[in-house]
């Protein structure tokens, strides 16, 4: 049973919780219309994060099988290599070890490696661009909410004397489209450089991979 303490600490936190949910919103709302599509925004840089994180995760073999795999074969061992690559989990093992498997000629194998890193490449490369254009646009967006914020509030200005406080809190309202938009584009940012680096080390690592194989093929082939 939890102690009255315990129970005065939920609650304590549940009240944080509510009243921030709360200020959420009412900024939300203060934001404009333009805060709809940068809500739209922020779910799809998290949608994209998930999904490439995964993807990579899924895709890349590992640093150490990438060493293991390239010492094998500079020893000349292409069937210990094959074998570590089969039962490696990875993309990149799977297309070294298919490219190992079914190409009959070296010209062959370099066609085949050409080929599937192209496409893997693509694949790699896929749906960062949307992360690109959301750290663009987020921005533009917030200003554009900023500016027809400030319109309306400078609209107000040949009423009453009470205009000047008017006009300086619709201009405070009008600056939330312009954080929400920056702090989209921040994170949208930070993301896109994350999964850049990612995605050059796991290529780099295919290439590697691939180059080892192909050398390795041409020192047995000349034996």
Not at 42 to 57: D, W
Not at 189 to 198: D, E, I, P, S, V
């Amino acid at each position: 049973m939890p102690s009255l303490l315990q129970e005065r600490h939920y609650l304590f936190l549940g009240g944080l919780v509510m009243d921030f949910i709360r200020e959420t919103i009412m900024y939300f709302h203060k934001g404009g219309l333009v805060m709809w599509p940068l809500l739209f925004c922020s779910f799809t840089v998290f949608a994209i994060a998930i999904e490439r994180f995964m993807f990579y995760k899924a895709a890349d073999s590992g640093e150490k099988f990438k060493n293991d795999y390239c010492d094998l074969l500079s020893q000349n061992n292409l069937q210990s290599a094959a074998d570590l690559a089969k039962v490696t989990p990875g993309q990149v093992s799977k297309i070294v070890f298919s490219a190992a498997s079914n190409a009959a000629t070296q010209e062959d194998l370099a066609d085949y490696l050409e080929n599937e890193l192209d496409i893997f490449t693509s694949l790699l490369k896929n749906k960062l661009d949307y992360l690109s254009i959301i750290v663009t646009l987020s921005p533009l967006l917030g200003l554009l909410g900023t500016i027809v914020g400030m319109i309306g509030a400078f609209s107000i200005f040949n009423l009453q004397a009470g205009a000047p406080i008017a006009i300086t809190g619709g201009i405070g309202e009008a600056l939330i489209a312009t954080a929400s938009g920056l702090c989209v584009a921040i994170i949208s940012l930070c993301f896109h450089a994350y999964f850049t680096h990612r995605m050059d080390n796991i290529i780099t690592n295919a290439e590697r991979c691939a180059t080892a194989l192909l050398q390795a093929e041409r020192r047995c082939a000349r034996k």
